[in-house]
């Protein structure tokens, strides 16, 4: 009696390999992206915003 199901061959898991390493490069690459490109530039003007508020509002009470 033959199996139902082939058994894993060298060529299944070079693909397995390929799909892993290809999906946690662009995954990491594109964190990389959004965190240096994005997130920390909103974060910086939100703060630098705040700041000035304060500042501001320092100043008005002297």
């Not at 060298?10 to 390493?21: F, P, Q, T």
């Not at 997130?39 to 008005?60: C, F, T």
């Amino acid at each position: 009696m033959a199996a139902a199901i082939p058994p894993i061959t060298g060529m299944l898991r070079r693909g397995l390999v390929l799909d892993l390493s290809t999906a946690f490069g662009l995954g990491t690459t594109f964190g990389y992206l959004w965190w240096y490109g994005y997130h920390l530039p909103r974060v910086r003007a939100r703060d630098n915003h705040y700041a000035r508020l304060e500042q501001e509002r320092a100043a008005g009470r002297a």
